[in-house]
Every structure is written in C-alpha cells, then in structure tokens.
C-alpha cells in the first residue's frame, strides 16, 4: 500500500519563515506546523498584546486548516509554545474563541524563544475529510 503525501500551501496564511510547508497530509491525517501571528501581507507579527498575537496565529492556522480539507473541530492534538507561560491565561481565553467545544488533546510549553521574537506559536494534528466525533459525556 502507498500512502499519500501531500504538501499544503494557502495564499491566504504568511508563507513560511524557513523551509518547511505550512501543512503536511499524509493519508487522512494533516500536520500543520507551527503558526505564529504573522500578518500574511507584511510577513510582520501583528501589533498588540499576547491575545492579538494568539488571535492572529488562530486565524492563520484556520486558513491552513482549510487549505488541508480540516477545521478546527477536527484538530485532534494542539502544542502551544509561549515565550512566557504566564500569558497561558490570555492565550486559553482567545483559544476557546476558535476552540468552542469537543477540545482538542493539548500541550503547553514555555520555550527559551521563539522565531521572530513571537509570544506564542500554535502547531496542531488535526483529521481531513469526514469526521465523526464520540464523546464521553
């Protein structure tokens, strides 16, 4: 059997810093590498607080989502990087914006620094195509 590889690339989120893709599908699971705040158009970290900056890095990963036929309900493990761990908080407030329910496994670190003096940077795994959530509840 020969799985699929497949490049993502989206005009509609920042183009990469280094090289990598900005999402990799491989059979029916997407990876997306990390996402920060950038703006698409100035390739620059937007201005304002952490929770603009999550806001932004959101928002990108949204469109790369799509891109990969995926979508925030069907992100199956998210890894948030902060250059502060105290911004957690802030960062968990606008998560749950895009995040509504269902939520994903979840990791969070507080790293030494990140690419362009970000505050945080977002990477998710998420599911393509058709999918069927069971919940515990």
């Known amino acids: 059997m020969t799985l699929t590889?497949?490049?993502?690339s989206t005009k509609n989120a920042p183009k990469p810093v280094a090289p990598y893709?900005?999402?990799?599908?491989?059979?029916?699971?997407?990876?997306v590498s990390g996402v920060l705040g950038l703006d698409k158009d100035t390739m620059k970290l937007v201005?304002?607080?952490?929770a603009t900056e999550a806001r932004q890095a959101l928002k990108n990963l949204g469109y790369i989502l799509q891109a990969g036929n995926s979508a925030y309900d069907k992100v199956v493990k998210t890894t948030i990087f902060?250059?502060?761990?105290?911004d957690f908080a802030?960062?968990?407030?606008?998560?749950?914006?895009?995040?509504?329910?269902?939520?994903?496994a979840r990791s969070a670190f507080q790293v030494g620094k990140l690419p362009l003096n970000a505050r945080v940077e977002i990477e998710v795994i998420a599911a393509t195509g058709a999918v069927k959530t069971i919940c515990c509840h």
Do not use: H, M
Not at 5 to 8: A, T
Not at 82 to 86: A, F, G
Not at 90 to 104: L, Q
């Open 82 to 86: 902060l250059s502060d761990i105290t």
């Open 21 to 31: 893709n900005q999402a990799v599908v491989l059979d029916t699971t997407l990876y």
């Open 47 to 50: 201005e304002g607080d952490v």
């Open 5 to 8: 590889r497949k490049l993502i």
């Open 90 to 104: 802030a960062v968990n407030e606008v998560y749950t914006e895009f995040f509504t329910k269902d939520f994903p």
